[in-house]
């Protein structure tokens, strides 16, 4: 079973707008990572934040985990053409085989 | 830069009919993960290995689906038989905790199977 869930399923913006995606979780984590997928492509990692952490940035990504709210939002600044992709969040679990569980994802269109 | 390799990029098999699908992870990753994920979904996890051994299979549909990762390099996912409801993109993924100090996980393309 899923245990992220994003909102929104979709999001369509212009570029150079700033695209955010929210994703909600139900159990204790180690972590929380983002993940980036183009169509019928696999995915690529783009940012892990820690269960201690509560914002990371990497480029144009900013991430914020509130762990009381079991929640997280991934922030792209400045959107391109090019950031036209699916986002999927995915929790590792605390204890046990850090088992990776994803979302159902946001799809993003950003119009040139 | 290392990859994971993961073949057939594409399989069109009749139901009923045996598939397997091959993975090779990146090179000293402990961990190796394959998913299904169907169309316009996230990917949902059928079977974990650490080394050669399954941590989890919660999720495999043990009927008819069965993994392995004899010498705990790469690995095998079969299904027999195939049914409709199979047609999904199969994704493997490897990761090594003990050495990065966190659970990134490296994706292949995935094999993208129709079941007709």
């Known amino acids: 079973s899923q245990q992220g869930e994003e909102d929104p399923q979709a999001l369509s913006i212009q570029e150079g707008e700033n695209a955010t995606m929210n994703c909600s979780y139900k159990?204790?984590?180690?972590?929380l990572q983002w993940y980036r997928q183009n169509s019928g492509r696999g995915l690529v990692h783009l940012i892990l934040?820690?269960?201690?952490?509560r914002e990371k940035h990497s480029g144009r990504l900013r991430v914020t985990l509130d762990t009381s709210k079991k929640s997280s939002s991934l922030l792209i600044t400045a959107s391109r053409a090019a950031d036209t992709a699916s986002y999927f969040c995915a929790t590792a679990r605390r204890g046990g085989s850090e088992k990776l569980v994803f979302g159902k994802g946001t799809k993003l269109t950003v119009n040139p | 830069e290392a990859e994971v390799a993961q073949s057939p990029r594409y399989k069109i098999t009749e139901k009923s009919q045996a598939v397997a699908f091959w993975c090779d992870p990146i090179s000293g990753h402990a961990t190796l993960y394959w998913y299904r994920q169907i169309l316009g979904q996230g990917p949902e996890l059928l079977v974990q290995?650490?080394?050669?051994?399954?941590?989890?299979d919660s999720q495999l549909p043990k009927d008819r689906f069965s993994a392995e990762r004899l010498k705990g390099v790469d690995s095998t996912l079969k299904i027999q038989p195939a049914e409709l409801g199979d047609s999904a993109m199969y994704l493997c993924a490897s990761s090594n905790r003990a050495r990065t100090g966190n659970t990134e996980a490296f994706f292949g393309q995935g094999t993208r199977l129709t079941v007709v």
């Open positions: 159990t204790s984590i180690n972590n």
């Open positions: 934040i820690r269960s201690n952490e």
């Open positions: 290995f650490q080394d050669e051994s399954v941590v989890d």
